[in-house]
């Protein structure tokens, strides 16, 4: 029998984008594993992915065309073909365009895949020509990234494997043990060198318990911990007076704001000790190279983009950006931007329609967004009623009637379920994709490797089916994906001198290739692609938008939903934080039985003395609730949280518990910037389940 050996990325939301391999036989998946020459993968995958074939051949794939044939969220459902799917759903779009305009249709995606021909272009095109409304895409990193941004001027940085060089590396609020897996090994390797790890997570995660250090401060108070780090190192003299000279804007009215930062006063708002202040500030500002490594998680609060300020200020301080091992390590999402025209069409398409934040989907569908009213709403690539906040007000609004909803799918999620159409989708083994990545510089080409299983199609074939329905004859609405990246790749190389002469012929062939960028330590040769050249420690374009200019902490605080209800005791709550879950990506994987098993029921962490408060006891069913809604876990007491804290990992299915998960108490509240979630500032009640 004849085996064919097929490159593929791994398309799932990880800054690790692998690069896999498919052993096909008589058009079956046989195997499945990690390419060996992908130099981030370097031959091996994560728990989640190495039993991939159980994904993509899952008894409950979607495998044709579903109508709706009961009341919504009813699970009966009648099979149609393709053409009776689209035919209906151009003749409601149609309708809602004669009466609303094409505003009332909302496109949600986010990271199902995060190729750029099946989730970029196609989050585009269609929709720009269509003049839909414009998805804010605000719920993962979008304060970091502007904080970022606006600081250094791009999000780039130093490959994995220079963390050897590192002397000390501080990981802040981030899990990479389960959220960058492929950061590990090089991490090991320079801890076995000597290198000490320092973790800042209000939860005792995987990563902190590998590290020498784990500092507990309370949630959304690391502004106020990162600018009394620099308060000390500033008042021991231990900062870098020429660089920030030479390198920064802003540095004497930052001087003048850290006054505020003492540590008596820091240590009130954090719950970190003076003495353990000045301990890590002394160790910060004199073991270099010093590397610090942030992510997302950290910024889901109110405060979270002027937390990402505060804390890009500690490396300016000691001359550490453009150190090789030293630094900042966040996202790499800057170096490659495909270009914008290419994936989108703004010239050929009519106006943006107005902009609808991802964040607030319930609100919006219950009567935030008017003028035109939301009438329909199509879902690819997200499951938004289990994983957007405040997933009841979701739920509740895609039950309206007058609401049309299609969901492509490739199972029936809590978001599928509610929808009045749900089509069929592809598994990244059946369709082809390219893939940049946001931890690494390495373009990954996903080849298709068999076809779709079913009536299954990518979601750029149904985009070019919904333009033919509609009408649409422009020829980039009917190219094939291969067309597309091709024409992509041409188009982004015009600015990107790493990308010139890359072919879609290359990529199939190599599987990846990495791209190199001079310097390879961002920063290295004192520049930075900010409107000073510098980095903006007080950033005038944040104060034209009426924002502090200078890295500030500001207090987050969240009602828990309850309206100032007297029942509802405000000493009596916990602050509910809900990050990664080790063996799923978001809800991607979390009905696939074997990982389900690994991960354990859904449980919320609650430290002894809280747990004793309420007389709850290890393994007991618990109700935690707000204002907002609630869901029913299983209680671990354990002081891998401190009091006053409880975490619960993101992911669950509602469907598969009681109809809820812990996204039904989080807050739809918008951060300090960007429009970003704020999922950690979660004010919540807990207490025993009645038997
Ligand atoms: N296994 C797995 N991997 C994933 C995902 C997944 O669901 N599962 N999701 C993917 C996605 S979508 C993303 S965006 C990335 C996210 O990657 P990470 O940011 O690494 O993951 P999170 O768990 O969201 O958040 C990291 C940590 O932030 C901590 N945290 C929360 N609030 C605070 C705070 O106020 N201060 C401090 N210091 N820490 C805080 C949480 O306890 C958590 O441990 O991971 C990706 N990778
Ligand atoms: N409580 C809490 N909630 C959170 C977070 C948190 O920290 N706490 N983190 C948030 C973050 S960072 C993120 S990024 C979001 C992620 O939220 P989402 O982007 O909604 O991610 P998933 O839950 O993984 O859902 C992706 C869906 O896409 C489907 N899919 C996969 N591939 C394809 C495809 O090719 N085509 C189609 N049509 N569908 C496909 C999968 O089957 C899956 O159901 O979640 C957020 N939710
Ligand atoms: S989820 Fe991340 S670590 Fe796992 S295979 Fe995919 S890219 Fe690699
Ligand atoms: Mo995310």
Same mark, same amino acid.
């Not at 001027?153 to 780039?156: E, K, L, P, S, T």
């Not at 989108?344 to 398409?349: D, F």
């Given at each position: 029998?004849?085996?064919?050996?097929?490159?593929?990325?791994?398309?799932?939301?990880?800054?690790?984008?692998?690069?896999?391999? @498919? =052993?096909? =036989? $008589?058009?079956?998946?046989?195997?499945?594993?990690?390419?060996? &020459?992908?130099?981030? @993968?370097?031959?091996?995958?994560?728990?989640?992915?190495?039993?991939?074939?159980?994904? %993509?051949?899952?008894?409950?794939?979607?495998?044709?065309?579903?109508?709706?044939?009961?009341?919504?969220?009813?699970?009966?459902?009648?099979?149609?073909?393709?053409?009776?799917?689209?035919?209906?759903?151009?003749?409601?779009?149609?309708?809602?365009?004669?009466?609303?305009?094409?505003?009332?249709?909302?496109?949600?995606?986010?990271?199902?895949?995060?190729?750029?021909?099946?989730?970029?272009? @196609?989050?585009?095109?269609?929709?720009?020509?269509?003049?839909?409304?414009?998805?804010?895409?605000?719920?993962?990193?979008?304060?970091?990234? !502007?904080?970022?941004?606006?600081?250094l001027?791009? /999000?780039?940085s130093q490959?994995?494997?220079?963390?050897?060089?590192?002397?000390?590396?501080?990981?802040?609020?981030?899990?990479?043990?389960?959220?960058?897996?492929?950061?590990?090994?090089?991490?090991?390797?320079? $801890?076995?060198?000597?290198?000490?790890?320092?973790?800042?997570?209000?939860?005792?995660?995987?990563?902190?318990?590998?590290?020498?250090?784990?500092?507990?401060?309370?949630?959304?108070?690391?502004?106020?911990?990162?600018?009394?780090?620099?308060? #000390?190192?500033?008042?021991?003299?231990?900062? *870098?007076?020429?660089?920030?000279?030479? *390198?920064?804007?802003?540095?004497?009215?930052?001087?003048?704001?850290?006054?505020?930062?003492?540590?008596?006063?820091?240590?009130? #708002?954090?719950?970190?000790?003076?003495?353990?202040?000045?301990?890590?500030?002394?160790?910060?500002?004199?073991?270099?190279p010093a590397l610090i490594?942030?992510?997302?998680?950290?910024?889901?609060?109110?405060?979270?983009?002027?937390? %990402?300020?505060? #804390?890009?200020?500690?490396p300016a301080?000691?001359?550490q950006y453009g150190v090789r091992g030293g630094g900042l390590a966040?996202?790499?999402?800057?170096?490659?931007?495909?270009?914008?025209?290419?994936?989108?069409?703004?010239?050929?398409?009519?106006?943006?329609?107005?902009?609808?934040?991802?964040?607030?989907?319930?609100?919006?569908?219950?009567?935030?967004?008017? &003028?035109?009213?939301?009438?329909?709403?199509?879902?690819?690539?997200?499951?938004?009623?289990?994983?957007?906040?405040?997933?009841?007000?979701?739920?509740?609004?895609?039950?309206?009637?007058?609401?049309? @909803?299609?969901?492509? =799918?490739?199972?029936?999620?809590?978001?599928?379920?509610?929808?009045?159409?749900?089509?069929?989708?592809?598994?990244?083994?059946?369709?082809?994709?390219?893939?940049?990545?946001?931890?690494?510089?390495?373009?990954?080409?996903?080849?298709?490797?068999?076809?779709?299983?079913?009536?299954?199609?990518?979601?750029?074939?149904? !985009?070019? !089916?919904?333009?033919?329905?509609?009408?649409?004859?422009?020829?980039?609405?009917? &190219?094939?994906?291969?067309?597309?990246?091709?024409?992509?790749?041409?188009?982004?190389?015009?600015?990107?001198?790493?990308?010139?002469?890359?072919?879609?012929?290359?990529?199939?062939?190599?599987?990846?290739?990495?791209?190199?960028?001079?310097?390879?330590v961002p920063f290295a040769?004192?520049?930075?692609?900010?409107?000073?050249?510098?980095?903006?420690?007080?950033?005038?374009?944040?104060?034209?938008?009426?924002?502090?200019?200078?890295?500030?902490?500001?207090?987050?605080?969240?009602?828990?939903?309850?309206?100032?209800?007297?029942?509802?005791?405000?000493?009596?709550?916990?602050?509910?934080?809900?990050?990664?879950?080790?063996?799923?990506?978001?809800?991607?994987?979390?009905?696939?039985?074997?990982?389900?098993? /690994?991960?354990? =029921?859904?449980?919320?962490?609650?430290?002894?003395?809280?747990?004793?408060?309420?007389?709850?006891?290890?393994?007991?069913?618990?109700?935690?609730?707000?204002?907002?809604?609630?869901?029913?876990?299983?209680? /671990?007491?354990?002081?891998?949280?401190?009091?006053?804290?409880?975490?619960?990992?993101?992911?669950?299915?509602?469907? $598969?518990?009681?109809?809820?998960?812990?996204?039904?108490?989080?807050?739809?509240?918008?951060?300090?910037?960007?429009?970003?979630?704020?999922?950690?500032?979660?004010?919540?009640?807990?207490?025993?389940?009645?038997?």
């Open positions: 029998m004849t085996t064919t050996k097929i490159y593929g990325a791994c398309p799932h939301d990880c800054p690790d984008t692998c690069g896999v391999i @498919t =052993e096909v =036989e $008589q058009g079956r998946a046989v195997k499945f594993y990690a390419s060996s &020459d992908h130099p981030i @993968t370097a031959g091996w995958l994560c728990a989640k992915v190495r039993p991939y074939l159980d994904h %993509v051949y899952h008894p409950d794939r979607l495998l044709h065309p579903l109508r709706r044939s009961g009341a919504k969220g009813g699970g009966e459902w009648q099979r149609i073909s393709w053409a009776e799917a689209l035919g209906e759903i151009g003749e409601r779009w149609r309708a809602v365009i004669d009466q609303h305009g094409a505003e009332a249709i909302l496109p949600y995606s986010y990271s199902g895949t995060l190729g750029a021909v099946q989730m970029g272009i @196609t989050s585009g095109r269609f929709w720009n020509r269509l003049g839909a409304s414009q998805l804010e895409r605000s719920i993962c990193g979008a304060a970091a990234e !502007m904080a970022v941004n606006h600081t001027g791009v /999000r780039q490959s994995y494997h220079d963390v050897v060089q590192s002397k000390l590396v501080i990981i802040w609020g981030h899990n990479p043990v389960s959220t960058a897996p492929h950061f590990m090994p090089h991490l090991r390797k320079a $801890q076995k060198d000597g290198c000490k790890l320092v973790v800042i997570d209000p939860r005792r995660t995987r990563t902190a318990q590998s590290a020498d250090i784990h500092i507990a401060p309370k949630p959304a108070t690391d502004g106020a911990l990162a600018l009394g780090i620099a308060h #000390i190192i500033v008042n021991a003299d231990l900062h *870098n007076e020429a660089w920030l000279a030479a *390198n920064t804007v802003g540095w004497p009215e930052l001087r003048a704001r850290l006054a505020e930062y003492a540590p008596e006063r820091v240590a009130a #708002i954090t719950g970190i000790s003076a003495e353990t202040l000045s301990e890590l500030a002394h160790l910060y500002a004199t073991t270099q490594k942030i992510a997302d998680g950290l910024q889901r609060h109110p405060n979270g983009g002027q937390t %990402v300020r505060c #804390i890009l200020t500690l301080l000691t001359g966040y996202s790499t999402s800057g170096y490659v931007q495909w270009d914008d025209d290419a994936v989108n069409k703004w010239a050929e398409c009519p106006p943006p329609g107005r902009r609808v934040n991802m964040n607030r989907l319930g609100a919006a569908l219950t009567g935030e967004v008017t &003028d035109p009213p939301i009438q329909s709403l199509y879902i690819f690539g997200a499951n938004p009623a289990a994983v957007s906040p405040n997933a009841g007000l979701i739920r509740q609004g895609m039950l309206r009637d007058d609401l049309f @909803t299609v969901v492509h =799918e490739l199972f029936m999620t809590d978001s599928a379920e509610l929808a009045d159409i749900v089509l069929p989708a592809t598994s990244q083994l059946e369709h082809t994709d390219l893939h940049k990545s946001y931890g690494h510089t390495v373009l990954t080409y996903n080849q298709q490797a068999i076809a779709p299983l079913g009536e299954s199609r990518s979601n750029w074939d149904v !985009m070019r !089916m919904l333009a033919a329905e509609m009408g649409f004859e422009e020829p980039w609405l009917r &190219d094939s994906a291969e067309t597309v990246i091709g024409e992509l790749l041409t188009a982004t190389a015009q600015s990107i001198p790493a990308l010139q002469g890359m072919t879609r012929d290359r990529l199939e062939r190599e599987g990846s290739v990495q791209l190199l960028f001079t310097p390879d040769d004192g520049c930075f692609p900010t409107p000073s050249g510098k980095v903006e420690l007080f950033c005038n374009r944040l104060a034209a938008h009426g924002i502090d200019p200078l890295p500030t902490y500001v207090s987050a605080d969240d009602d828990g939903g309850v309206n100032g209800q007297s029942q509802w005791r405000k000493r009596d709550s916990l602050n509910l934080i809900s990050g990664a879950a080790h063996h799923f990506t978001t809800s991607t994987f979390a009905n696939q039985d074997a990982l389900v098993a /690994r991960e354990g =029921e859904p449980f919320v962490e609650i430290h002894p003395d809280d747990a004793a408060d309420r007389r709850i006891r290890h393994g007991d069913t618990v109700v935690v609730e707000n204002g907002r809604g609630s869901a029913e876990l299983i209680a /671990r007491v354990t002081d891998a949280v401190c009091p006053g804290v409880v975490a619960s990992p993101k992911g669950r299915w509602a469907r $598969q518990h009681d109809g809820r998960n812990i996204n039904w108490t989080t807050p739809d509240a918008l951060g300090d910037l960007a429009g970003q979630s704020t999922f950690h500032t979660n004010r919540v009640w807990i207490r025993k389940r009645e038997s």
